[in-house]
T-cell receptor, first 115, second 113 residues
Framework: AQTVTQSQPEMSVQEAETVTLSCTYD???????LFWYKQPPSRQMILVIR??????QNATENRFSVNFQKAAKSFSLKISDSQLGDTAMYFC????????????FGKGITLSVRP | DTGVSQNPRHKITKRGQNVTFRCDPI?????LYWYRQTLGQGPEFLTY????????KSRLLSDRFSAERPKGSFSTLEIQRTEQGDSAMYLC???????????FGQGTRLTVV
């Protein structure tokens, strides 16, 4: 069975600074995806960034980038130039690339951006 | 609105009552997922449909839970004889077959008193 671990329950960052959220996972599969989802207070979860395991290049989406270390099974999210709107819970998630792409989530981390 | 819609947003029920939630996915999406999220935890997979077929159910989905997706459109999740442990946020998500992005609804928060 796959597991996703987010060991930091909360983090805080000053507006405009950079913050890194950690995630580790365990799987015996070789083909999979990793995701970071954002869940703002009382709003739906949205995809922040996605990484295909077969790609060595780290994914980047504007201010969001990942550090994907496949051998170490580590997948961290870096948020640059933090904005107040980044305040949310962030979930790391895993899915298989096969027929069922259900997501396995970590416990999440609450990120607060201070003005 | 072309997003995933869930109703009701909040439901308070007495222990032992039955409740039903509805999810309307993005219309072109043929996959629909149900997840449960308890306080301080990430969402946990419950079940998923491809079109009208229910293809997988988690062990979390006890026999008090039933889900349907008639005609491959909206889906309902029913909980019979609710227990306090059923209190949670129930999330619905949809995607294309082979798609790598799941789109989530805002969830239905169930409180069993």
């Amino acid at each position: 069975a796959q597991t996703v671990t987010q060991s930091q329950p909360e983090m805080s960052v000053q507006e405009a600074e950079t913050v890194t959220l950690s995630c580790t996972y365990d799987t015996s599969e070789s083909n999979y995806y990793l995701f970071w989802y954002k869940q703002p207070p009382s709003r739906q979860m949205i995809l922040v960034i996605r990484q295909e395991a077969y790609k060595q290049q780290n994914a980047t989406e504007n201010r969001f980038s990942v550090n994907f270390q496949k051998a170490a099974k580590s997948f961290s999210l870096k948020i640059s130039d933090s904005q107040l709107g980044d305040t949310a819970m962030y979930f790391c998630a895993w899915s298989y690339t096969g027929a069922n792409s259900k997501l396995t989530f970590g416990k999440g981390i609450t990120l607060s951006v201070r003005p | 609105d072309t997003g995933v819609s869930q109703n009701p947003r909040h439901k308070i029920t007495k222990r032992g009552q039955n409740v039903t939630f509805r999810c309307d996915p993005i219309s072109e999406h043929n996959r629909l997922y149900w997840y449960r999220q308890t306080l301080g935890q990430g969402p946990e997979f419950l079940t998923y449909f491809q079109n009208e077929a229910q293809l997988e159910k988690s062990r979390l989905l006890s026999d008090r839970f039933s889900a349907e997706r008639p005609k491959g459109s909206f889906s309902t999740l029913e909980i019979q004889r609710t227990e306090q442990g059923d209190s949670a946020m129930y999330l619905c998500a949809s995607s294309f077959v082979g798609g790598t992005e799941a789109f989530f609804g805002q969830g239905t928060r169930l409180t069993v008193v």
